[in-house]
């Protein structure tokens, strides 16, 4: 797998998982800081994505492509707006 194949399955599995902090948090009220921290998180995985895809576009695959293609239209409908604004950005 070439290094820019690692970098958007890490940057994309991260903005993923981090997103479940927000479904928690309706449970647990006091989570408001873990889902701060999940909102940085997933906006600095995005903007490392969308760097490393300014640098190295042609090696990402099709498939790929499509899977960022569908998780930023999904990062459109955040509640966050530093992640809408990411997401948008890639």
């Known amino acids: 797998m070439s ?24 449970f647990h009220p006091n989570l408001m800081q873990m889902m701060l921290q999940s909102s940085i998180l997933r906006y600095n995985a995005l903007v490392a994505l969308r760097k490393s895809l300014m640098t190295a576009k042609k090696a990402v695959t099709d ?18 707006l530093p992640v809408q604004r990411a997401a948008t950005d890639v």
Do not use: C, H, P, R
């Open 63 to 80: 498939s790929v492509s499509k899977d960022i293609i569908k998780q930023m239209k999904s990062g459109i409908n955040d509640k966050s």
């Open 3 to 26: 290094f820019m194949a690692e970098i958007t399955t890490v940057a994309l599995k991260t903005y993923k998982t981090s997103n479940v902090w927000l479904k928690l948090y309706y």
